[in-house]
Structures are given as structure tokens and as C-alpha cells.
């Protein structure tokens, strides 16, 4: 069986499990403490970062770009007879959403409202562009779920527990992605694709009090604020 090295938080790690379970591939997860890296663990991960995916043959595979590319080409495609020119933009699109994740995280962390403001700039430069870029949906692509759905699962998975904890929501300005998110988050992946203490685990680290999303002060007022100055960030 297919097994992958976790930490509970990594969105990378979220990317690469969200598709395993899209394509009901059966796999066993093992979490690890970043702060204290098993020497074993440093041994198969080049990069000593997770994920890591174990295949079925004991071959140890990093990077959750590479991860993916092999779960797409080793197993049934999500979607199937697809052009090379549609392959390379779902690559691109997806590549947007994880450049970003951390552009997110560090956002979550933000300790003041000052600090929310600069850090979510680039993070709704991405947005804005995925705004134009999506139809009518429901999917990135129409009716069938892609890989690109997948990788801004994590991206919309984790501004629904911000907006739901706080009541600030990444995505105010942005009708079409609100739109997009009630979808994808609708199939239950990403409930799926985590720890059943997730959001625990989350709520710890990104909404705790030395965070200003985890204080909820003046969230509301600041979001609304956000909208009416969205041009600037775009």
C-alpha cells in the first residue's frame, strides 16, 4: 500500500492526499514532528520536507508537484482525453495555487491588521487572476473535477475555517471563487484528505491569540475595508 509522510498542517501534504482520495487509492499516512525529523525520514526526503510518498514498490518520491504528475500518469486520470495544451495550462493553474500556500499561511499568522493587509496582496493578485480565468463551473473545468480543483482545494478549505472562526473572508471580493469554493468543498475532500483533528491542529498555530485572525478584532470592519480597496491589491 501506498504510504505518505504527513505533518497535519501542510497544505502540500493536503494536495497530495485530496488526490488520492479523488481517485480512491487506498494509502496509509504516517505524521512526523518537523521540529524533530526522524533520521529515517531525512534519509528518503532530499529536501527534508514532506510530503513524501512511499510507492507500493518502496520507491521514496518528494516534491508534491513530481507526487502528483506520478499518481495522474500510475493511476486513472481524473479526466481523460485531454489536449497537451489543456495538461500544460491545468499545470500552470496549479502551480499558481501552490506558490501561494505559503503567501496563505504566512497571511494567517499575520499578528496585526496592518500585517493581515500586506501580506494578503499577492494572495488576491492570485485570486483576482482565478476570478477571471473560472467559468461557469462548477469545476475549473465544467462538470468534472481536475487536478487543478485539487490543488485550490487547499487554498479554499482553509479560508472557510478562517471565515467561520473570524468571520474574515479571503475571498469577499471575489463572487466567482466564492462560487467555486461552495463546490469543491461541497464533494467533502477536504474533510477527507486531513486529520480528524485538523482543525485543532490548525486553529493552534493560525488562530491562536498572538494572530489577529485568531483575536478576531475588528474583522468584520477590516474585510469590508479590503473590499473597497481590492484594486489595489489586484
Not at 525529523?37 to 518502496?58: C, H, M, R, Y
Request: aromatic share 12%; proline share 4%.
Amino acid at each position: 500500500m501506498i504510504k505518505v509522510i504527513s505533518f497535519k498542517i501542510c497544505p502540500f501534504v493536503q494536495r497530495v492526499t485530496a488526490l488520492l482520495e479523488a481517485k480512491n487509492i487506498s494509502y496509509e499516512l504516517e505524521y512526523i514532528s518537523l521540529s524533530d525529523k526522524p533520521d529515517w525520514f531525512l534519509d528518503i526526503s532530499p529536501n527534508a520536507q514532506v510530503p513524501v510518498l512511499v510507492t507500493e514498490e518502496g520507491t521514496a518520491l518528494f516534491e508534491s508537484d513530481a507526487i502528483v504528475e506520478y499518481l495522474e500518469e500510475a493511476y486513472p486520470p481524473l479526466r481523460s482525453e485531454i489536449s497537451l495544451e489543456e495538461k500544460a495550462q491545468n499545470r500552470a493553474w496549479s502551480y499558481l495555487a501552490t506558490k501561494n500556500y505559503l503567501v496563505q499561511c504566512s497571511a494567517q499568522r499575520s499578528p496585526s491588521r496592518e500585517e493581515l493587509q500586506n501580506r494578503s496582496q499577492k494572495l488576491n493578485r492570485a485570486f483576482s487572476a482565478m476570478e477571471k480565468q473560472l467559468g461557469k463551473g462548477p469545476y475549473f473545468s465544467g462538470d468534472e473535477m481536475s487536478l487543478v480543483d485539487l490543488s485550490w482545494l487547499v487554498l479554499l478549505h482553509r479560508a472557510d475555517i478562517i471565515e467561520k472562526h473570524s468571520g474574515y473572508d479571503f475571498l469577499e471580493s471575489f463572487p466567482k471563487m466564492k462560487r467555486w469554493q461552495t463546490a469543491v468543498l461541497a464533494t467533502g475532500l477536504q474533510t477527507k484528505s486531513v486529520a480528524d483533528d485538523f482543525k485543532d491542529a490548525f486553529s493552534s498555530f493560525y488562530l491562536s491569540e498572538s494572530t489577529f485572525l485568531g483575536r478576531g478584532e475588528n474583522t468584520k470592519d477590516f474585510s469590508l475595508d479590503k473590499a473597497r480597496h481590492s484594486g489595489s491589491c489586484c
